[in-house]
């Protein structure tokens, strides 16, 4: 089989890229843009205290960064990402995050760094003031919500199928990581031979899953349940100790995650010599119709492969604490996102090898039939151990979907407690009362069945938060004199396509609504929604309606946010005109002399 | 501490692919659970403080004979206490 018809080829060349990006083009971004400086003091350093800020090596903070960022996003954005075509999927992909991605999660790693380790909280306030603090806490909450319907969604189309499978396996999961907690703090047993015990008890369930299979019988309210069962494990993952639920949960569901990347990769480079074709075409048109013109969508549905404003969160939250010397947040922040990107490129791998793919039609566990073509042949063939890899694969989805989930959940609850600490509505700061508001309105809309429209939304949100992201180290390089256009173009950018994207989405919910309203119109209604919602016209009007308040939502918040934002990047240009110079590097006298 | 140990220069090139591939290792599986069970120490370190303190900052929390007796314990953590809380925190620190 020639290397054209294979995905072999795009891959390498994909991998090519990223190493130029790293070596040539992040290099120079970090010789002339950051100026950074091996010598200079580190927040780690600096405030040391062996609990937030203390040095780790670049080879665990990597690691570290790279498991924080790799989640659900890169694996399922291709999916619809590809009814464009896998090749403008696969161009997004190098380009956002040759010239995007990359940027923004050493870029806010920077920023922090030099920020003494702030948070993106703080430095928000300081360069936009209290209303816009707000409306970054404003517009967190938002987000933190519709990726919780997104992926409770997710996880509930994927419990359903692979013929109910990956339940018990799910299950067995959670059991074994909490087990593994138990023997880890209270037994204080080795961490070699409690991962052992995990890691067999992982197996086991994946056999377990395979002779039990979990069906329900209740038609198109399945994913209802499937959805409101996963809240409840959500609720407890979010309300328990950390060291209980989710810490050993989250270490153990490592193993089985990152052998997948490992094996779809290989299977992907060895696409030639085991003969799995290309079976989607490279390119179906810039209007697809149900998802709509290529610009903005396409940008916004491959979001973390490309580019993500959850990694600017997580990139100034802990790993600029314990950043070693500024010359390690290359490796650190752009090394992880690049790596990121692989993980998209093998999932577009994935999805490109499926043939008669469609988005709307099938459902996004096209993933593991993808993953099971690539890497079947590399284990003995598909009738040898298909069963066993769409199990491990589907299991693989959801944990992906249920670690970060658990993650999310429990941040609510921590921006709840601080948004409604005190005053009328404080209740919503408990922690039950907040965990069950966020879960309870995720679980609503999970259960509408779009999830593409969901997805698009978190896309969207996303994107956004990393253009906010991306403007605000703009400004801060503004402030130091530093060159700012490599940061203000894909700022704007971004910005731009995501509010475009917003307001497509939220159209889409709106015509549904006025053609069913007013010219009596069912047609757009249906689709926008699936069963059972879509057999009740009112409930599935409702739906539609508070769609569009969640997208009028975002985008004003996200405008008033960037609107902020351009003006405090000026006020800080005019300001860097008439000031003394100083330098991204903090202003070396010596430098500024020369 | 879990980070100063992973920050130790290995040594020769064989030596650090394997101290390279170790920390990935560890900084993938455990790290993000090392830091979070160090926080969850640093605030039943911060109740630790407040309940010796408390006396001599105006809030009797225990009897001040008890205070004292456990006194020479907390001293030692005064100056990195009186740092971690007076810093700055916001709701984005508690991403991870």
Redesign the interface.
């Known amino acids: 089989m020639g290397l054209l018809n294979t995905p072999f080829l795009w891959v390498v060349i994909t991998i090519a890229v990223y190493i130029v990006a790293y070596m040539a083009y992040g290099r120079w971004v970090d010789r002339k843009v950051w100026k950074v400086d091996a010598k200079r003091t580190t927040p780690a350093h600096m405030y040391m205290d062996g609990v937030e800020f203390f040095p780790v090596s670049r080879y665990v903070l990597w690691g570290y960064q790279f498991k924080s960022v790799a989640a659900l996003g890169p694996i399922l954005g291709p999916f619809i990402g590809i009814a464009f075509g896998w090749l403008p999927a696969l161009l997004w992909i190098i380009a956002g995050n040759f010239f995007i991605g990359w940027l923004q999660d050493y870029g806010s790693l920077m920023l922090s760094v030099r920020k003494e380790g702030r948070s993106f909280g703080p430095i928000t306030y300081e360069f936009t003031g209290a209303k816009g603090r707000r409306n970054l806490l404003a517009f967190v909450l938002f987000y933190l919500i519709i990726i919780s319907a997104t992926f409770i969604a997710l996880i509930a189309a994927f419990w359903n199928a692979f013929g109910g499978t990956t339940f018990v396996p799910t299950i067995g999961v959670i059991l074994a990581g909490v087990l593994c907690g138990q023997l880890l703090y209270r037994v204080k047993m080795n961490v070699f031979a409690v991962t052992a015990i995990g890691l067999l008890l992982v197996v086991f369930s994946i056999w377990l899953g395979i002779q039990i299979p979990v069906v329900l019988n209740f038609g198109v309210w399945n994913v209802v349940v499937w959805a409101a069962l996963c809240a409840v494990i959500l609720y407890f993952a979010a309300v328990l100790p950390t060291p209980t639920f989710i810490q050993p949960t989250n270490y153990l569901a490592f193993y089985p995650a990152y052998a997948a990347i490992i094996l779809l990769l290989v299977g992907a480079l060895a696409s030639p010599l085991t003969n799995v074709p290309l079976a989607e075409p490279a390119f179906v048109g810039v209007w697809v119709t149900n998802f709509g013109p290529i610009w903005p969508i396409l940008f916004v549905a491959i979001a973390c492969g490309a580019i993500s404003g959850w990694h600017s969160l997580v990139s100034s939250s802990s790993s600029a604490k314990q950043l070693d010397i500024e010359t390690d947040a290359l490796p650190v922040g752009g090394g992880a996102m690049l790596s990121e990107g692989l993980l998209a490129l093998v999932s577009l791998a994935a999805y490109s090898v499926v043939a008669g793919l469609n988005p709307l039609g099938s459902s996004p566990t096209a993933w593991v039939s993808g993953s099971e073509l690539l890497v079947a042949p590399l284990v003995g063939g598909r009738a040898v151990a298909g069963a066993v890899l769409s199990t491990f694969f589907g299991l693989v989805l959801i944990i992906y979907a249920i670690t970060v989930q658990a993650l999310v959940t429990r941040f609510f609850r921590l921006v709840a407690g601080e948004t409604w600490s005190e005053g009328r509505f404080r209740i919503l700061g408990n922690k039950h009362v907040s965990t069950f508001f966020s879960l309870g309105v995720s679980w609503l809309f999970a259960v509408t069945g779009s999830w593409w429209a969901l997805w698009l939304y978190f896309g969207g949100a996303n994107q956004l938060l990393a253009g906010l992201a991306i403007m605000l180290i703009a400004i801060y390089l503004a402030k130091s004199r530093a060159l700012t256009r490599n940061y203000l173009i894909p700022g704007v950018f971004m910005i731009v396509t995501t509010l475009a994207a917003l307001v497509y989405e939220t159209y889409t919910f709106l015509n549904a609504f006025v053609q069913y309203v007013f010219l009596g119109n069912s047609g757009p209604l249906g689709s926008q929604t699936k069963p059972p919602v879509s057999g009740y016209p009112l409930a599935a009007l409702t739906i539609d309606a508070v769609f569009v308040i969640v997208g009028v939502s975002l985008f004003a918040v996200g405008l008033s946010m960037s609107i902020r934002l351009f003006r405090s990047y000026r006020q800080s240009k005019a300001e860097a005109r008439v000031r003394a110079p100083a330098a991204a590097d903090g202003g070396d006298p010596a430098k500024e002399e020369e | 501490?879990a980070?100063?140990k992973?920050?130790?220069p290995p040594k020769g090139k064989k030596g650090s692919v394997k101290?390279?591939?170790?920390?990935?290792?560890?900084?993938?599986?455990?790290?993000?659970?090392v830091?979070?069970?160090?926080?969850?120490?640093?605030y039943l370190e911060h109740l630790f403080m407040f309940i010796t303190l408390g006396d001599m900052l105006g809030v009797p929390v225990i009897p001040p004979y008890y205070s004292l007796r456990i006194l020479p314990y907390a001293v030692p953590n005064i100056k990195?206490w009186k740092?971690?809380v007076f810093?700055?925190r916001?709701?984005?620190?508690?991403?991870?």
């Open positions: 501490m980070g100063s992973a920050s130790t101290e390279g591939i170790k920390g990935v290792m560890y900084g993938m599986a455990a790290h993000g659970h830091t979070a069970a160090l926080r969850t120490r640093m990195s740092q971690r810093r700055e916001d709701f984005t620190d508690g991403v991870f």
